[in-house]
């Protein structure tokens, strides 16, 4: 079945403990994007990645980090978490992104981030 | 800069009601367009898309046209249905980049 697959689907911790949230996709998809959810303000993009070892900012990339070393695999880590970065994050990917491009995108179910 | 402009929610109606969800934009070139839709506890769907001017996307009944001299790209569904109740975003994607709206909570009543 053709799925994007996050980890944890929860998680709570608190402020300064190093994180990862795993993203996979099984589609050989090369666009990869990560999403924060918050109410009110939609889904803001937090990074996007065209491609294997091809990462750059999106709106709000601010206390986040990336990496695209493998095309199925596209984690988030954030270094020292404080608790304005509670959310609720999705992953998302599509066969390909560039200007013009109409593809959809298929998203992972969410992991819901709490940071005290 | 880019971004999208939805209406507020909660939209509340009847079921067979006709739904229209406003949408307008602000960007730079020739951004593609997209509807979303998110179902309690899931991630997001797509609904349907448009990619130039006066394209039409389609799916399940729902409709918006990608209207350049007025930037928006409204959601039209002539009889909606208990089950389209869900929240439905509106979505840019412009230089490799996404933006989205806040989104519609939709509720159908029977």
């Known amino acids: 079945e053709a799925q994007v697959t996050q980890n944890p689907r929860y998680l709570i911790t608190v402020t300064g403990k190093k994180l990862t949230v795993t993203c996979s996709q099984n589609?050989?998809?090369?666009?990869m994007s990560w999403y924060r959810q918050d109410p009110g303000l939609g889904l803001r993009q937090i990074y996007y990645?065209?491609?294997?070892?091809?990462?750059d900012k999106g709106d709000v990339p601010e206390g986040y980090k990336v990496s695209r070393k493998e095309k199925r695999n596209f984690p988030l880590i954030l270094e020292s978490p404080s608790p304005n970065q509670t959310s609720l994050y999705f992953c998302?990917?599509?066969?390909?992104?560039?200007?013009?491009?109409?593809?959809?995108?298929?998203f992972g179910d969410g992991t819901r981030l709490s940071i005290l | 800069g880019n971004s999208v402009t939805q209406m507020e929610g909660p939209v509340t109606l009847s079921e067979e009601a006709f739904l229209t969800i406003n949408c307008t934009y602000t960007?730079?070139?020739?951004?593609?367009l997209f509807w979303y839709v998110q179902y309690p506890g899931e991630g997001l769907q797509l609904l349907l898309k448009?990619?130039?001017?006066?394209d039409k996307g389609s799916n399940k009944g729902f409709e918006a046209t990608y209207r350049k001299e007025t930037t928006s790209f409204h959601l039209e569904k002539g009889s909606v249905q208990v089950s389209d109740s869900a929240v439905y975003f509106c979505?840019?994607?412009?230089?490799?980049?996404?933006?989205f709206g806040s989104g519609t909570k939709l509720n159908v009543k029977p």
């Open positions: 979505a840019l994607m412009n230089f490799n980049k996404f933006y």
């Open positions: 589609m050989n998809h090369e666009y």
């Open positions: 998302a990917s599509s066969l390909y992104g560039g200007q013009g491009s109409n593809q959809p995108q298929h």
């Open positions: 990645s065209m491609n294997v070892e091809v990462t």
């Open positions: 960007a730079t070139g020739y951004p593609s």
């Open positions: 448009a990619t130039k001017a006066d």
